[in-house]
């Protein structure tokens, strides 16, 4: 049987990658969506006068400022170019750092830039990115506006990973590494492709077929990490590998 791709993403994001990957790898793959968190809104917006700068490690973190405040005259720094791209469809000036939180905290250094500067984040961040800043000299305050809620797995998910057939399960942040880990029932071989080392290591991989490291920690470097993984998996199946 071929590989399945688990895909465990809160909605809508669970459902905006399943599209990029059936565009780029084809119709063909199937996939099961069974998202090991639901956001919700929580927290008060602090009043946005006097702050120099926003900024955002999420699409759900725009979202929650932009649900909660009309000002669009704060320019923003954004982990990565999703969620600068959502920025500015919301009237933002946003300057996408491409990775990680420790690119984003080494740019905004490098551009000198001057505080104070409010982190819209959810309940569960990773990176203290508010304290190396402030650290570093820029005044950082955050507001936590989400939550993101454990749920477990669906009922397909649960019974894909009782099938023999192999199960790609890409993994975008070590919350969701945790929460999977304690998912990991069934004989189903399992690939886990982490979107970062920090992902990787947040895995019990003890019940792995294998583990895959993006190369890049975005939307792009997940996906060429996930043709690698079908690979492995067809390889392990028998079937020749995708090309």
Same mark, same amino acid.
């Given at each position: ?21 059936? %565009? ?64 500015? $469809?919301?009237?933002?000036? $946003?300057?996408?750092? %491409? ?50 809620? $454990?749920? @477990? ?43 970062? @080392? ?36 067809? $390889? ?8």
């Amino acid at each position: 049987m071929p590989p399945t791709i688990l895909i465990t993403r809160p909605e809508p994001a669970a459902q905006r990658f399943a599209d990029k990957l059936r %565009s780029v790898l084809g119709c063909e793959v199937p996939m099961v969506l069974s998202p090991l968190m639901r956001i919700e809104p929580c927290g008060t917006q602090p009043a946005p006068e006097g702050i120099a700068a926003l900024i955002f490690t999420s699409r759900n973190g725009v979202q929650a400022f932009a649900r909660k405040s009309r000002r669009r005259d704060i320019p923003c720094y954004t982990v990565g170019d999703a969620t600068a791209a959502l920025a500015r $469809a919301e009237g933002l000036d $946003a300057t996408s750092c %491409s990775g990680d939180a420790d690119r984003l905290v080494a740019r905004m250094l490098a551009d000198g830039v001057k505080g104070p500067c409010l982190h819209i984040r959810g309940e569960h961040g990773v990176g203290n990115i508010a304290a190396r800043l402030t650290a570093g000299g820029i005044e950082t305050t955050e507001a936590v506006l989400y939550r993101q809620v $454990a749920q @477990p797995l669906n009922a397909a998910a649960l019974a894909l990973l009782q099938r023999e057939a192999p199960v790609i399960i890409p993994l975008f942040s070590p919350r969701t590494a945790r929460l999977i880990s304690v998912g990991f029932e069934g004989d189903a071989p399992k690939f886990v492709v982490a979107m970062s @080392p920090a992902v990787a290591k947040a895995v019990d991989d003890a019940r792995l077929q294998g583990v895959i490291v993006a190369d890049a920690p975005d939307a792009a470097g997940m996906v060429e990490a996930i043709k690698a993984a079908l690979i492995q998996a067809n $390889a392990l199946e028998g079937d020749t590998p995708a090309q």
